[in-house]
Nanobody
Framework: QVQLVESGGGLVQPGGSLRLSCAAS????????MGWYRQAPGKQRELVAT???????NYADSVKGRFTISRDNAKNTVALQMNGLKPEDTAVYYC???????????????????WGQGTQVTVSS
C-alpha cells in the first residue's frame, strides 16, 4: 500500500514562512486530488488547501493570499508554502489524498482517504 510521508514544519515567529512537503511512496498510477488539512488543539480538523492533477487549487478563506499549494505529478509530491504566518495558524498539519490508484506488482488497486502522520507548525514570538 501507499504511504504519505510529510516533512517540514517547526517553530516560526509571526510573519515568518515555512514550507511543508508530502511524498506518496509506492508505484503510483494516478492521484487526482492532494491536499493539506490542519487541526489546532481543541478544534476540528479543517481544510487548508487542495490541488488537482491539472493544477486547480482551492484554499480556505483564512489562508488565501498567504499560503500556496503546489504539486509535482511526476514525483507524487505536494507542498504547502506558508508565508505571513500568524499565531492562529498554529496546528498539526496533515497531508491528504482522497483516492489514488497504485500498482501492487500484480494488478492495479485503489486506496482511499490516505493521511500523513502530521507535522507540527507553531507560530509564536
Amino acid at each position: 500500500q501507499v504511504q504519505l510521508v510529510e516533512s517540514g514544519g517547526g517553530l516560526v515567529q509571526p510573519g515568518g514562512s515555512l514550507r511543508l512537503s508530502c511524498a506518496a511512496s509506492g508505484t503510483i498510477f494516478l492521484i487526482n486530488s492532494m491536499g493539506w488539512y490542519r487541526q489546532a488543539p481543541g478544534k476540528q480538523r479543517e481544510l487548508v488547501a487542495t490541488i488537482t492533477n491539472t493544477g486547480s487549487t482551492n484554499y480556505a478563506d483564512s489562508v488565501k493570499g498567504r499560503f500556496t499549494i503546489s504539486r509535482d505529478n511526476a514525483k507524487n509530491t505536494v507542498a504547502l508554502q506558508m508565508n505571513g504566518l500568524k499565531p492562529e495558524d498554529t496546528a498539526v498539519y496533515y497531508c491528504n489524498v482522497p483516492l489514488l490508484t497504485y500498482f501492487t506488482g500484480t494488478y492495479y488497486a485503489d486506496q482511499y482517504d490516505l493521511w500523513g502522520q502530521g507535522t507540527q507548525v507553531t507560530v509564536s514570538s
